[in-house]
């Protein structure tokens, strides 16, 4: 719906605003938000850890329960600790917030609500997932009547997880039409940190992340993921997203308690790969990128920012390292001389639809197709850091440095469908020669000079028609005409005040 112009604005005041992408959940009693948020098993492991200052993470959606979760903690913990309640995280609220807990001096950090499992460098954390309802029964109906006769992956968003064992043995005693059961092998997946806690600083102890034991194929036959259909049991998510694009399975079926409603997600998928495919090739042809930090918490994402700004030494591109927090369009159209940015962040996060934005957003391992003289694209998608360093290693050390005359050829674009000349940056050859004539820009008609050492961000001032006051396009090109100095500086004055269609001076 279109406002007019000539308005008093009262309609945009009295607008409602989406708070996020999942809705505020409703006002629960006391006795509820015991069981829901784990109030005596969380207390347990604080007393249990001596813990003196507790934080408590919650998501936006979950906000509204936090006053009544935190005096519940507090009532049920020794004397001498106290809790505190963090809110708009520094980055997704799927990841620890270590650098919020810092500021507050925090030895052990809560967890509420939907995570990425993704693994903390520095503080312990206790994960609390929730508990949504689901009813087994109706699942197991669905489920049998498109998957009867498969080998069956359950996996879930965290608050099912709690459900998964039941829901396997539910499964499990399905039985079809002649008697026989109805599935093949049924396997459901854990989450280690599912009611314990988890310290990055005792070597051995348990890991966030999802597992499963697949049982031997027939003859001892190996265990493969490819012989299984996945059943995700939870709402559409970034989750979802990511066990579609990274799991090599048979197929992706989701069950969502919600809406009660069984799918199969594998034209999505086709979909999706298709538009991040187009990404790396925009990434290919960029010679200036922006390496955006979306995480401070995920362990060896140091490393990863190393190995990116390493890649792109290595294929003489420029890079500039940006901390932003959370991302969005506005930020990032700050930079206009970045033609692809790479986010390191969190799996889940890392997946940005960079439709609205000015320029491509592609993850570490999508850089490292872009990048690579050797690798092509399969279809295989890496969103996991461990996993990432492996593949970024191994391609340090396979490929063969080629000749650098051959980097001075053109490419041929799949974006543009031309040719594209590299612009080459950290090059040895060039920087001996810093002072050549290809280092020298002229600025105005009087043919003065402007030396710039390779600086991406000062050949795209360059380019600009506006550089500032007193620097305007029209009074350079009419220096030459002049026999006096540039024009004075001049005291500025007082312009126009008031709104568009009122200024001050027109009342």
């Known amino acids: 719906m279109s406002a007019s112009i000539d308005n008093d604005g009262s309609a945009a005041i009295q607008r409602q605003i989406d708070s996020g992408p999942e809705p505020a959940r409703e006002a629960m009693t006391a006795s509820e938000a015991l069981a829901v948020y784990e109030v005596e098993q969380t207390a347990a492991a604080i007393n ?93 109906e669905l489920v049998a009547g498109s998957l009867g ?21 539910v499964l499990g005693r399905q039985r079809g039409a002649d008697g026989a059961p109805a599935f093949g092998r049924v396997v459901a997946s854990e989450i280690a940190v599912a009611g314990r806690l988890y310290d990055p600083k005792h070597a051995g102890g348990v890991a966030p992340g999802r597992s499963w034991q697949l049982p031997a194929g027939e003859g001892g036959a190996a265990a493969s993921v490819a012989d299984y259909t996945v059943l995700y049991v939870g709402g559409e998510s970034l989750t979802l997203t990511n066990i579609i694009l990274t799991m090599r399975c048979r197929s992706v079926f989701s069950y969502d308690p919600a809406a009660r409603l069984l799918r199969e997600e594998s034209c999505q998928v086709n979909r999706h790969l298709a538009r991040r495919f187009k990404m790396v090739q925009h990434a290919r042809d960029a010679d200036v990128i922006g390496i955006v930090v979306g995480t401070l918490a995920a362990t060896r994402y140091l490393r990863v920012i190393e190995a990116l700004k390493a890649m792109i030494r290595r294929a003489h591109k420029k890079f500039y390292v940006f901390v932003v927090g959370k991302l969005n369009v506005a930020k ?176």
Request: charged content about 25%; some cysteine.
């Open 149 to 169: 006769g498969r080998h069956v992956l359950v996996l879930s968003d965290v608050p099912y997880a709690y459900a998964m064992p039941d829901l396997a043995l």
């Open 332 to 507: 990032l159209a700050n930079f206009a001389e970045i033609e692809a940015y790479v986010l390191v962040a969190c799996p889940e996060n890392s997946l940005v639809d960079s439709k609205g934005f000015f320029s491509p957003v592609v993850t570490p391992f999508e850089m490292l197709l872009a990048l690579s003289k050797s690798r092509q694209w399969t279809g295989d998608y890496v969103t996991d850091f461990h996993a990432f360093l492996d593949d970024a290693e191994r391609e340090l050390i396979e490929e063969v440095d080629e000749d650098d005359d051959e980097d001075d050829k053109p490419h041929f674009s799949l974006i543009t469908g031309a040719l594209k000349q590299k612009r080459r940056f950290n090059d040895p050859r060039r920087q001996s020669d810093a002072a050549g004539s290809d280092q020298l820009t002229v600025r105005n008609g009087r043919t003065e000079i402007a030396q710039y050492m390779g600086s991406a961000g000062a050949e795209y001032l360059l380019t600009r028609s506006f550089r500032g006051l007193g620097h305007d396009d029209d009074d350079d090109d009419n220096l030459e005409s002049r026999s006096h100095d540039p024009l004075p500086a001049v005291l500025a004055t007082e312009g126009r005040s008031g709104i568009a269609r009122g200024y001050a001076n027109e009342r």
């Open 48 to 140: 249990g850890g001596n813990y003196r200052r507790i934080a408590l993470q919650f998501p936006d959606h979950l906000l509204g329960h936090s006053t009544l979760v935190s005096a519940a903690l507090q009532s049920r913990i020794g004397s001498g600790a106290c809790v505190f309640i963090l809110a708009d995280t520094s980055y997704g609220s799927c990841c620890v917030d270590e650098v919020a807990a810092d500021h507050y001096a925090a030895d052990l950090v809560v967890h509420y609500g939907r995570t990425c499992l993704s693994l903390s460098s520095r503080i312990p954390v206790y994960y609390v997932f929730g508990r949504d309802p689901l009813d087994l029964g109706h699942c197991a």
